[in-house]
Nanobody, 123 residues
Framework: VQLQASGGGLVQAGGSLRLSCAAS????????AGWFRQAPGKEREFVAA??????YYADSVKGRFTISRDNGKNTVYLQMNSLKSEDTAVYYC???????????????????WGQGTLVTVSS
């Protein structure tokens, strides 16, 4: 499975962006998917995940971000609204092809990763 993340960019605080993660070489709809982010000098952190029937969010983005999937397009999205300067980071999408049962909030649950897309929020 190969993942291609896109949609990052520069946006003012309070604005919106939609990230996309397109999968090839596999069927995304069969697997859970997640978004993580890594800010400069910080560790990678969980943002959101979508399983076959449920969604999960970090407390810091709950109510502002929405994860969704379009199985026909083999793509997972992250709609980000009311962006804040602290949302600035490189955002990575990931696919959980070989389910380990560690939990969707853990990066080591996922075995395929996209290349990352930079989101910069100016205050």
């Amino acid at each position: 499975v190969q993942l291609q993340a896109s949609g990052g960019g520069l946006v003012q605080a309070g604005g919106s962006l939609r990230l996309s993660c397109a999968a090839s070489g596999g069927t995304f709809s069969r697997h859970a998917a997640g978004w993580f982010r890594q800010a400069p000098g910080k560790e990678r952190e969980f943002v959101a995940a979508i399983s076959w029937s449920e969604t999960y969010y970090a407390d810091s983005v709950k109510g502002r971000f929405t994860i969704s999937r379009d199985n026909g397009k083999n793509t997972v999205y992250l709609q980000m609204n009311s962006l804040k300067s602290e949302d600035t980071a490189v955002y990575y999408c990931a696919a959980d092809v070989h389910y380990l049962g560690l939990g969707w909030r853990r990066a080591d649950e996922y075995d395929y990763w996209g290349q990352g897309t930079l989101v910069t929020v100016s205050s």
